[in-house]
């Protein structure tokens, strides 16, 4: 796992450096540096720090070159079918220098050019030069599903690429401004959807997509695509043949991405997916596996049904023999969110950062390479918006719009917060669901993914601002997404649109950036390329999601792990790795959301009405309404408004650079000379 970072056309080594150790967090067992001006006038630099996984020896330096150095390649990620890759290119000629997944990318390009992506099994963010022909070519490719980042900015003929946005900024030319376009999508998701940043002028890859510069002119095309069969086809497999199958892809799955010639662990909570991987782990691993499982203490999980129990998890790791190691925390959030907010780069104000970043920090005294459950839910289909597809059909069709619109619906969104007590999801639930009572299955899907909707928007918004985005669709995206698999049944149209947009751009996103933030890597076995299109074209919609009125989610997985699984676990309910907020928000945060939320500070960034922000706040706070999302995201927008745009990720830097930058670059020299000598 790596942070890599790349110019061409713009820049200088210096730039280089700074924009490399501003990953180092990536990156900590090495760092190196490549640069290279051609006849032409195309100046080429290619940046990275390392964080050894696979072949431990100097020989997995990065930038890594082909035999003759004219190719070379920075590259973040793991392939786990490297080892079959590797085997077949020896057979072709190759010659490898190393034991490293990077070097079989290197000669798997050399081979098949551009469609070695299509061999790929993995998750993988890298940038090629390619000067066999004497002019160079810069090739970048993000994974199939988004796993890993990649984040550039490009003008002309100047591109610049990294890791991570905050690298970008220490570009010349890229200033961190706001893209409000951006914010109209933040304030409706929590956070931003591929291939826009909070940034202007900074985007992110999609997933399954590659990009070449090459001539002066830099060409996006996308390469992979999850798809699903018509509604109307007929599955030939039967759900026995269904479960061993899947049963054995899974395990296989789970096996790859053991691979690592350093310690490796998995988190744990109560649920499905993540017992299901140790479980899989325990059967494979010769040594008990580590096992990180989070929790707050009692008074935080009063009323929050997404905060596990975790009396489950351990006695299930107990009962498997794993190493288990419980963290019970008390964070100060005050002083933690300055610096989950600079390693997010984006504002992202899903609380789940925060036990994730936790649990990760832990895991680092022991292990290296995490393994998680995500992904698992948009393959299988296990969150409860899918089930609510059903419900809300069933309550178009039993009670007319008039009663819905006119009775039922101002009734329910009158209901006050009920915080502290084991009735505020339900009360969360039931104005979700009435929000959503006359619309389309499309709208009602998306509509249940926000949180300041149409008319708050507008109500939150100085008046400027919203002129200016008055004509933007937030949504768009999500409207190509279902455009795009129209011809599947509805099940997999809402799956399809959480594996393009919700999941790369939010579950995928923190996951990466809160364990690299402490230098650990994060696998996601769900994700393994085989299985989600075995289950994409195989399963049918009615065996992932099973019933009507309280459909069984992920009905066909728990099946394949029914006899491996206890039944307590198979029958857990969706928990989500979430965090406490609504407690923090009325108790430790408090003074925060007076000071960054004040109608002063709302007032000098003149984009929002500080009266629409104190009226949540008060509302929020008498318990009239649950504001707590809404408030979660005003606050992590401030936080990173501070943060960069005024200059407190640039103090950030500046203060760790003085120590570490000459290091970098007294690195680099003595590599690019070892390498020169070589050849």
Not at 154 to 165: D, H, I, K, N, T
Request: charged share 20%.
């Amino acid at each position: 796992m790596c942070g890599i970072s790349g110019l061409v056309n713009c820049g200088d080594s210096e730039t280089l450096a700074r924009m490399t150790h501003v990953q180092t967090h990536r990156g900590p067992d090495d760092v190196g540096l490549w640069e290279r001006r051609f006849a032409d006038g195309t100046y080429v630099g290619l940046g990275s720090r390392r964080l050894s996984i696979l072949d431990l020896s100097p020989a997995g330096h990065m930038p890594m070159p082909n035999a003759d150095g004219t190719v070379w390649i920075t590259y973040n990620g793991e392939i786990y079918n490297f080892s079959e890759l590797r085997h077949e290119l020896l057979s072709q000629g190759h010659d490898f220098r190393s034991r490293t997944d990077s070097e079989v990318v290197l000669h798997l390009y050399e081979e098949e050019g551009y469609a070695c992506l299509n061999r790929l099994n993995g998750m993988f963010a890298f940038a090629i030069c390619d000067f066999r022909t004497g002019r160079p070519e810069v090739f970048l490719a993000r994974d199939h599903f988004g796993i890993k980042p990649l984040y550039y900015t490009w003008q002309g003929s100047q591109l610049a690429f990294a890791s991570e946005a905050k690298a970008l900024l220490q570009v010349p030319g890229v200033d961190a401004a706001l893209d409000v376009e951006a914010l109209h999508q933040y304030l409706t998701f929590l956070w931003v959807p591929d291939p826009k940043t909070m940034f202007r002028g900074i985007f992110k890859m999609p997933a399954g997509h590659f990009g070449v510069l090459r001539d002066g002119r830099f060409h996006l095309e996308q390469y992979w695509d999850l798809t699903f069969p018509q509604a109307d086809t007929a599955y030939s497999c039967s759900e026995d043949e269904l479960v061993e199958e899947i049963r054995y892809r899974f395990r296989h799955a789970v096996e790859s991405q053991m691979m690592s010639d350093v310690p490796v662990g998995a988190f744990l909570s109560a649920g499905l997916d993540s017992s299901s991987i140790v479980a899989a782990m325990t059967n494979i691993a010769q040594h008990p596996v580590r096992t990180y499982t989070i929790t707050f203490p009692r008074q935080y999980r009063v009323g929050e049904k997404t905060l596990d129990d975790p009396a489950v998890p351990e006695a299930f790791a107990k009962s498997l023999g794993c190493e288990n190691h419980q963290i019970v925390v008390e964070p100060d959030v005050v002083q933690l969110l300055p610096e989950l907010t600079w390693h997010m780069d984006e504002p992202t104000a899903d609380p789940a950062i925060i036990p994730a970043f936790l649990v990760c920090r832990e895991a680092s005294k022991h292990v290296t390479v995490l393994l998680s459950g995500v992904g698992g839910d948009e393959v299988f289909a296990g969150y409860r918006k899918y089930s609510a597809y059903a419900w809300s059909r069933l309550y178009q069709k039993l009670l007319p719009e008039i009663l819905r619109n006119r009775v039922i619906a101002p009734a329910v969104m009158r209901i006050p917060s009920l915080r502290g007590t084991s009735l505020k999801g339900i009360a969360r639930l039931a104005k979700k669901m009435v929000r959503c009572g006359s619309l389309s299955p499309r709208d009602a899907f998306v509509m249940n993914a926000t949180y300041f909707d149409g008319p708050g928007k507008s109500n939150l918004y100085a008046s400027e601002l919203a002129q200016e985005l008055a004509a933007y669709d937030a949504a768009a995206a999500h409207t190509a997404c279902f455009d795009r698999v129209s011809g599947a049944d509805f099940l997999h149209q809402m799956l399809y649109l959480d594996s393009k947009i919700f999941m790369p751009t939010l579950n995928l996103s923190y996951n990466d950036k809160m364990s690299m933030a402490s230098s650990v890597e994060v696998r996601v076995p769900f994700l393994d390329r085989e299985l989600v299109e075995f289950v994409a074209w195989n399963v049918p919609p009615e065996l992932k999601l099973k019933g009507r009125l309280r459909p069984t989610t992920k009905y066909i997985f728990r099946r394949a792990m029914k006899g491996i699984l206890p039944p307590n676990i198979l029958k857990q309910p969706k928990a989500g790795f979430a965090a406490p907020i609504d407690y923090w928000l009325a108790n430790d945060l408090r003074g925060m959301v007076d000071d960054l939320l004040s109608d002063s500070q709302i007032r000098r960034r003149g984009l929002l009405r500080p009266a629409a922000v104190r009226t949540l706040v008060e509302e929020h706070r008498r318990g009239a309404q649950d504001w707590s999302m809404q408030i979660w995201q005003l606050l992590t927008l401030e936080l990173w408004m501070q943060t960069f745009l005024d200059g407190g990720a640039q103090q950030m830097f500046s203060g760790m650079e003085t120590l570490h930058l000459a290091e970098t670059r007294s690195e680099w020299v003595t590599q690019e000379s070892a390498y020169s000598r070589a050849v």
